[in-house]
């Protein structure tokens, strides 16, 4: 069972390029989110869906866009990196918020932008 | 505004007990987590409160008080395998979750 995948791992973009993350889940979770977690501070949530064909802003959503097209994956696209976009992004998957609302969570892509 | 404030660094020693306090400011509240992180990896779930009271699982004990918004996590016979960081997160009214910065939890032997 291989929960939540993240890819790429790993990327090195120049200020202007655009790309996209990929987060696939096989839990059959509703949930998804998109994080971004930089030095000091706490994890920030980018842009969440509740289901397959809806998405919805959170903290930080500015240069980033969303789709949810399939239950099981979530994209978070960049379409013209900054700087400022360098960091680690997480992406999670949680059956509700009414439960426990435990998150699991991929392991990560670090993304540089210079 | 809502905030969450715990330390950013601790040290204890391999197999000594250790207690992680973490205090949040909210409007409303919905639940309180304490997740694992160690370096270079996810978060990784370790409790989950919304009464009052302390729950435990194994090692890891978990306490709230909602009337003074503080929680700790309680860590036993301290491995050094718990050398992460360990990160409290409350919901919010609107289920909405806030992340606190994290506590840097480093083992000595």
């Known amino acids: 069972n291989a929960g939540v995948t993240q890819t790429p791992k790993f990327r090195v973009l120049k200020t202007g390029q655009s790309m996209t993350l990929l987060c696939a889940q096989d839990m059959n979770h509703e949930y998804m989110y998109w994080y971004r977690q930089d030095p000091g501070m706490g994890l920030r949530l980018i842009h969440y869906s509740v289901g397959e064909g809806t998405t919805a802003k959170g903290e930080v959503p500015d240069g980033y866009n969303v789709s949810r097209l399939k239950k099981q994956n979530f994209l978070l696209g960049l379409e013209s990196a900054a700087p400022s976009q360098t960091s680690v992004y997480f992406c999670?998957?949680?059956?509700?918020?009414?439960?426990?609302?435990?998150?699991?969570f991929g392991e990560g892509s670090r993304l540089t932008v210079l | 505004g809502q905030n969450i404030d715990q330390p950013t660094e601790m040290t204890a020693t391999e197999g000594a007990i250790v207690q992680i306090n973490c205090t949040y400011q909210?409007?409303?509240?919905?639940?309180l987590f304490w997740y694992q992180q160690h370096a270079g990896e996810a978060p990784t779930f370790l409790s989950y409160n919304v009464l009052d009271g302390l729950e435990e699982k194994g090692r890891f004990s978990s306490f709230l008080s909602r009337s003074k918004g503080y929680s700790y996590l309680l860590l036993k016979e301290l491995q050094m395998k718990d050398s992460a960081s360990y990160l409290c997160v409350f919901m919010d009214s609107n289920y909405q979750l806030i992340w606190g910065a994290g506590t840097k939890l480093i083992i000595k032997p």
């Open positions: 999670a998957s949680s059956l509700g918020t009414t439960d426990t609302g435990e998150l699991f």
């Open positions: 909210t409007s409303g509240f919905n639940g």
